[in-house]
């Protein structure tokens, strides 16, 4: 790598931490990816990697998953692809407020962070367009993810009262969320399984540089909950670059902001996202 193109590269990256750094409030991540490629006829090629995550501001691990995938492409613009990934997620302690049956508030069921397998099964249409040295595409994609059913544990947190205004009261006192409770049980509650289903839709454009290793590139996505009407889940956006550092070998680099588009996924992320390629 020439200083000339090593001084750009120190730049882009330096320019992504200053957005990183104004998120305090919110989650900041890693992701990195190991794959390899290999094209078994000039239409067909065939793919298989390696995923891992770390979330929570690196305090802990997220996602591993494995997968593997088929691309055809139909034409010198268009391309077909079909892929399974095996997922174990790693979900975070959450708390929700408990109503009884008269729809009155009743405390909190709060659950224990625990692993989850899943099964994903992928189908893309993805057609490109080239402009000069821009390269424009989009790609559709559907997904089906099956979660397998697990376990675990649940604090409940039951008859709310105010210590102030509690004189005489000496028997046990449990604290959650600024609020304090006189019972507490911790349960075993049950995951059951369930499909989800999604449209997820990503507008990409490159840019090739004359006689350079990087090749730019900047996308957005929509995730679309195909079981509620097409509702919006969250946006995601990545700014990153490829490095050919030769044919065979090929790293990406790439800053990604996700941001919650309804009630249920509120909240943003901002991802550093690292990947390594190798090119049978």
């Given at each position: 790598m020439t200083m000339h193109y090593k001084r750009y590269f120190l730049m882009g990256l330096?320019?992504?931490w200053p957005t990183i750094a104004l998120a305090q409030s919110d989650d900041f991540g890693v992701w990195t990816s190991i794959g390899a490629e290999k094209d078994l006829t000039k239409q067909l090629s065939v793919e298989a990697g390696v995923d891992f995550r770390a979330e929570d501001r690196l305090e802990s691990v997220a996602r591993w998953a494995g997968s593997v995938g088929l691309g055809y492409k139909v034409c010198r613009n268009f391309k077909l692809g079909v892929g399974y990934v095996y997922l174990y997620d790693r979900e975070l302690q959450e708390g929700k407020v408990n109503y009884n049956e008269e729809m009155e508030r009743n405390g909190y069921n709060v659950d224990h962070g625990f692993g989850q397998s899943k099964h994903r099964f992928t189908f893309d249409a993805i057609g490109s367009i080239k402009a000069g040295r821009f390269k424009f595409s989009l790609r559709e994609r559907y997904q089906l993810t099956h979660s397998l059913s697990t376990d675990c544990l649940r604090d409940r947190y039951r008859n709310a009262f105010d210590p102030d205004n509690a004189m005489g009261y000496n028997g046990p006192r449990y604290e959650y969320n600024g609020e304090w409770f006189k019972k507490k049980e911790t349960v075993t509650d049950g995951k059951s399984s369930k499909n989800r289903?999604?449209?997820?839709?990503?507008?990409?454009?490159?840019?090739?540089?004359?006689k350079c290793p990087f090749n730019p590139f900047v996308s957005y996505e929509i995730t679309n909950n195909l079981e509620n009407g097409m509702d919006s889940e969250k946006g995601r956006l990545i700014v990153g670059t490829e490095y050919k550092l030769t044919k065979q070998h090929i790293f990406s680099f790439g800053y990604l902001f996700e941001q919650g588009m309804d009630g249920e996924h509120e909240g943003a992320k901002h991802i550093l996202d690292l990947g390594y390629k190798f090119k049978f």
């Open positions: 330096s320019s992504l289903h999604y449209l997820r839709s990503r507008l990409q454009v490159e840019y090739n540089i004359p």
